[in-house]
C-alpha cells in the first residue's frame, strides 16, 4: 500500500501561479510512475500530467501543456506540479496518483490515489 498526500492548493487570481506537492510514503517511490488529475463539481475526473518512474518522459493534457509543468524527485518521494497562467477553468480538487506501470492518462489505471487539495482561480 501506497500513501499519497497533496498540498499546496488555494486560492489565486486568474493569470497566476500555484505550486502542488504530493508527498508519497514508502522507499520504493522510485518505482512508479505518477500522475496528476483533476475533478470540478458535476464532472468526470481528468488527466492533468503525468511522469515516468525516472523522470525522463512527461505528458500533458492538452488544456494545461506550456502552463503546467510536472517533475519529481525521487530522493525525497516527492511529486510535484507548478501552474501557471492559471485560469478560472483551472479550479477543481487535485489529486495525486501513482501507478506500477507506464506513465498513463488513464483514471483506472491508477492503483493508489491522495485526497485531493482544492485549487480555486478567481477572474
Known amino acids: 500500500q501506497v500513501q499519497l498526500v497533496e498540498s499546496g492548493g488555494g486560492l489565486v487570481q486568474a493569470g497566476g501561479s500555484l505550486r502542488l506537492s504530493c508527498a508519497a510514503s514508502g522507499r520504493t517511490f522510485s518505482s512508479y510512475a505518477m500522475g496528476w488529475f483533476r475533478q470540478a463539481p458535476g464532472k468526470e475526473r481528468e488527466f492533468v500530467a503525468a511522469i515516468t518512474w525516472d523522470g525522463g518522459t512527461t505528458y500533458y493534457a492538452d488544456s494545461v501543456k506550456d502552463r503546467f509543468t510536472i517533475s519529481r524527485d525521487n530522493a525525497k518521494n516527492m511529486v510535484t506540479l507548478q501552474m501557471n497562467s492559471l485560469k478560472p477553468e483551472d479550479t477543481a480538487v487535485y489529486y495525486c496518483?501513482?501507478?506500477?506501470?507506464?506513465?498513463?492518462?488513464?483514471?483506472?489505471?491508477?492503483?493508489?490515489w491522495g485526497q485531493g487539495t482544492q485549487v480555486t482561480v478567481s477572474s
Open positions: 496518483a501513482a501507478r506500477t506501470g507506464w506513465a498513463s492518462n488513464r483514471v483506472n489505471l491508477y492503483n493508489y
